[in-house]
């Protein structure tokens, strides 16, 4: 799918709840403003539509969190 530039990505480690090994995901970043994308902010992950022809999940920082 086509995208605006430029597009920072996220490199993101999903823990499990259940204590399962680590999920490490490149993804793009979403409502996010560019200075607000540090290394270790806590992000939250929404599933949107990318095209026609499918969805792709997206990285949004979350800067209400305390890390």
């Known amino acids: ?7 920072p ?3 993101v480690d999903i823990a499990p709840a259940d204590g399962s090994a680590t999920v490490r995901m490149v993804m793009n970043t979403a409502d996010t403003e560019r ?3 540090r290394i270790g902010a806590p992000v939250r992950i929404d599933i949107r539509q990318a ?3 499918g969805k792709l999940p997206f ?3 979350d800067t209400g969190a305390t890390s």
């Open 1 to 7: 799918p086509g995208f605006e530039s430029p597009l």
């Open 9 to 11: 990505i996220a490199l």
């Open 35 to 37: 200075d607000d994308i």
């Open 51 to 53: 095209d026609s022809n």
């Open 59 to 61: 990285a949004i920082v």
